[in-house]
């Protein structure tokens, strides 16, 4: 027993190790020489009505000109759409054209589906009206697309705000979830990406048939698409960048409920890509938090040595200090010691609870069942 733990706080170490090494591989993206192509840029919004305001100040604050946006009502119930209206009205020397559209059918994918079939350019770059781009956002993604072999650009996303433990934990696990979605991406297997931060090609969306297949399922508009993508076209296809002027920051969840309602929403998707690969990687994260938790019952009841399960926890705490706390540094967050700290303790707890969620509760966004278009 004792073996096994001590073994597994090594290889546990030893993974971190190498997500990071896969983190900070650079990925060149040739900017000279490259014209300007017309960009579509889409937004779906629902009941948004109270960052609409902010949203669109930032949006018409892109320094990219040769660009259209496309905002997408999903059926808005607040009064957002006419707000939106009225922030285009007060602002007639728009840089330039910004439309909105009704969503032909029912959720964001086919919000995106109605956007793409008015799209004006091949280049369409996707965000959500929670979150607020970089100035030179559009600029710093088009490079990569000199190559006609990428069809697909994925970006980084972080949440804002750090007061207290609440909105630190968010970004130190957000910080995980960028780096596996890095390291997806190096070891040609892509798991994730988010359609907070995408650019994609529309003949390329149009030739995977968008998404025809999972459009029964709300959720997933991202990692779907890019699944299709890759089997496609081929993992060389998608490519993605993690420099810090491609950070997209979005809105943090209010509590705790929010939080655990949006995690078990994007897990809740873990079985219906038909991919080994992302069942495994999937599961394992599970695995290793319910080996952790393990270790408590079995140091109460003695099975297991004390100084082992300090060893365990003093590997598990320091390499996820070290690792996390690089990708963050990244992008100017720092966090102290003490906050990683609680963070590492609190997380296998975190991890058990949307697996019970996923497992008993029905999961819902923005007033609509996960696998549902009802």
Known sequence: MAIFYLLFGIVYTGLLVELLLLWHRKYTNPLKGFESPMVSLLVSFRNEKDILGYFFECIISLSYRNLEVLFINDHSNDGGNEVLQGLIDNHPSLPFPVY??????????????????????????????????????????????ENPKVKMVGGPVMTSGQKGFFQKFQQIDWASILLVTKAGFEINSPLMCSAANLAYRKSAFLAVEGYQGNDMILSGDDEFLLKKFVKKFGPESVVYQNHMEDLVYTQPQQNWR?????????????????????????????????????????????????????????????????????????????????????????????????????????????????????
């Open 258 to 374: 929010s939080l655990f309602d949006q995690r078990s929403r994007w897990a809740s998707k873990w079985n219906t890509h038909g991919s080994f690969n992302h069942l495994l990687g999937s599961i394992i994260p599970v695995l290793f938090q319910f080996v952790f938790l393990s270790s408590f019952l079995l140091m109460v009841i003695g099975a297991l040595d004390l100084w082992v399960f300090i060893f365990i926890w003093i590997a598990k705490v320091g390499s996820e200090r070290i690792v996390l706390g690089k990708v963050l540094q990244q992008y100017g967050i720092k966090h102290h010691f003490f906050w990683f700290f609680l963070v590492s303790v609190f997380h296998p707890f975190y991890v058990i609870i949307i697996v019970f969620r996923i497992l008993f509760f029905k999961n819902e966004w923005k007033g609509r069942r996960v696998f549902s278009n009802i």
């Open 100 to 145: 909105i559209l009704e969503n032909k059918g029912i959720g964001k994918k086919a919000a995106i589906d109605t956007g793409i079939a008015s799209a004006q350019a091949d280049l369409i770059f996707c965000t959500d009206a929670d979150c607020r781009v970089p100035e030179n956002w559009i600029e710093n993604k088009l490079g990569h697309f």
